[in-house]
């Protein structure tokens, strides 16, 4: 039996798929692609798959992490992408499969690229120089708590109309961009545009490209 990685890029309207659905469609994907995926035991059986760190709902994704077992040491990971992508919708498209490197619980950071219309250069930069940045939060439990997000934001630089952001994602501390998002608005006191988000890359704590 072989750990397998499965590298994919999630787009256009499959965006809008959750990720409760998206573990549906990759099963069925699999189901279609006959790959000798291993199957968990129990009264339940069901294809093995853990995906690294789920994406939100509305979110493109470009380095998508999904792990699977494969009981065949012959079948070739070249051949599992073209089975997959055979049998794919042309917003999901595999790009590559590899024995894993790194365990998931190593991912430490997310990026991002937010897309505007239009944005005050000089309100974002005033925003991010803050040392401390103060929002609301939503609790597992479905309470509010205030947080500071300013600690969990690696990176943040404007290009234009373009917002890259590095936070913290895998853990308890995982930061979304709305919330930041959320959180500037309110410092501008303005309603909040329409803007498109990315996630580009997964990393490690030492900013490694997750493997």
């Not at 199957?39 to 069901?46: A, S, W």
């Not at 798959?49 to 994704?61: C, E, H, R, T």
């Not at 049998?87 to 024995?99: C, G, L």
């Not at 501390?173 to 500037?184: E, I, K, Q, R």
């Amino acid at each position: 039996m072989r750990n397998v990685r499965i590298f994919y890029e999630k787009k256009g309207r499959m965006k809008f798929v959750s990720h409760l659905d998206m573990n549906r469609f990759m099963s069925r994907l699999i189901a279609k692609s006959k790959i000798p995926v291993w199957f968990t035991e129990g009264f339940n059986q069901h294809a093995y798959m853990n995906f690294a760190v789920p994406l939100s709902l509305g979110y493109v994704g470009l380095y998508e992490v999904v792990d699977i077992k494969i009981t065949d040491d012959g079948y070739s990971l070249e051949k599992l992408v073209d089975d997959l992508n055979a049998v794919s919708t042309p917003d999901i498209h595999f790009v590559k499969a590899s024995e894993s490197v790194m365990h998931t619980k190593e991912i430490a950071f997310a990026e991002f690229n937010l897309s505007f219309d239009c944005i005050d250069a000089k309100m974002v930069n005033d925003f991010f120089a803050q040392q401390s940045i103060i929002t609301k939060k939503k609790t597992k439990k479905g309470g509010i708590k205030d947080i500071d997000i300013a600690p969990l934001i690696k990176k943040a630089e404007l290009n234009g109309n373009e917002l890259t952001l590095i936070l913290t994602a895998g853990n308890e501390n995982n930061l979304n961009p709305s919330l930041v998002m959320t959180a500037f608005y309110d410092f501008c006191g303005t309603k909040p545009d329409f803007y498109d988000v990315t996630r580009t890359m997964i990393y490690d704590k030492n900013l490694n490209q997750f493997a």
